[in-house]
């Protein structure tokens, strides 16, 4: 069923346009032929995305009686666009260039021609048509070429406002050139792996070990909670995980995580990597990346676990950059490398948006 997600204006003008009052020469304005066309004018260039929406908007016309009515109640007197709306068969021409094009600012990639009436309120379907998928996948390509071939994960589910927007920034993000989400049903409909660490009430879950703590065999002293928060859940997660580290604080989230993951050869395989989510990222990311390089080289810190002949890694870094939320995260991941490390061995990134929401 179709809905009054139009201006008033659409509505006031196509009804003058049936009176005799704004006839043009030959005929009535409201069948005169008009074209209204589409430009993308937020940003220097965007993918053309948005045509499967246009088409469901344009389809799904059709309104039911209780707008109709609306629409004849109004204190201007719209009966005329009213009955014009009601008996609606669209009859017009749309064209669009390819899906994927790359168009720029002011350049028109879309229009609708049809008779005056009627048409003139279908121009906004295809600003609503295009403007998210366009807006998402463009910031997602400007992303793509800073990151160049390092990873783009999506984590921004929570940001989107609602189910279905978060669905279609995660699809348009993919397109743009992410590499996954956070996004279940995304990932289900794109038939992609799904990524996501835990939230930071996982270890505010674990708060009742500060009046009752459990003692740390090595140290003989009491473990922060936080600690014992990190040690359960790389327990939960032996094939490989990662700590989000600034709950309290980052550094000293990076120590808890240190002493967790160095009490059992199992936590230690289990960590692999790190978030931060506040803070000056790219400091703390790259402050955090010495940390733990240092930390699992030394004998000092060795725990339980045994030298080996490895050391943890060059590393996968994210810092999470967004289209409109001001909060960002960076995730680090810390892979095995030999003492003489491959030309195959380098630094790779990776970047999670915790929002995008078109301008």
């Known amino acids: 069923m179709g809905t009054l997600n139009i201006d008033r204006y659409h509505a006031t003008m196509g009804d003058a346009s049936y009176k005799e009052a704004a006839r043009l020469r030959e005929k009535p304005l409201s069948e005169a032929e008009a074209t209204f066309y589409v430009a993308q004018r937020k940003l220097p260039y965007a993918p053309c995305l948005g045509h499967e929406r246009l088409v ?5 016309n059709q309104l039911d009686r ?59 379907k295809f600003e609503h048509a295009f ?37 279609d920034v995660a699809t348009y993000a993919f397109i743009g050139g992410f590499n996954d989400t956070s996004n279940m049903e995304a990932a289900h409909r794109l038939d992609i792996p799904a990524v996501g660490t835990a939230a930071h009430y996982w270890q505010q879950s ?23 928060a990190f040690e359960r859940w790389l327990d939960a997660n032996p094939q490989g995980t990662t700590l989000l580290l600034d709950t309290i604080d980052v550094r000293l989230g990076a120590i808890h995580a240190a002493m967790a993951a160095t009490s059992t050869d199992a936590r230690r ?31 000092t810190w060795s725990g339980s676990t045994k030298r080996r002949s490895r050391s943890p890694a060059r590393r996968r870094s994210s810092a999470s950059s967004s289209p409109s939320s001001r909060r960002g995260g960076t995730a680090a991941s810390l892979r095995s490398r030999s003492r003489k490390p491959s030309s195959k061995s380098r630094a790779r990134a990776s970047a999670r948006s915790k929002t995008t929401r078109a301008p």
């Open 206 to 228: 674990f708060v009742e070990f500060m009046d009752e703590p459990e003692i740390d065999a090595r140290t003989n002293a009491p473990k922060h909670f936080e600690q014992v």
């Open 66 to 124: 209780p707008r109709v009515r609306f629409l004849e109640q109004d204190r201007g007197g719209l009966q005329r666009f009213a009955r014009a709306a009601e008996d609606m068969t669209f009859v017009g021409a749309v064209r669009a260039v390819r899906p994927g094009t790359i168009t720029f600012a002011g350049q028109p990639f879309a229009d609708i021609t049809g008779a005056f009436g009627l048409t003139q309120a279908q121009e906004i």
């Open 269 to 299: 395989r289990a960590f692999k990597g790190f978030r931060v989510d506040s803070g000056d990222l790219a400091e703390l990311g790259a402050w955090c990346l010495r940390f733990f390089e240092s930390t699992f080289t030394s004998p």
């Open 131 to 167: 403007d998210l998928p366009m807006t998402t996948a463009a910031i997602a390509m400007q992303m793509r070429e800073a990151a160049g071939d390092r990873w783009l994960s999506d984590f921004s589910l929570r940001r989107n406002g609602d189910i279905e927007r978060g669905v």
């Open 56 to 60: 469901r908007l344009l389809v799904d």
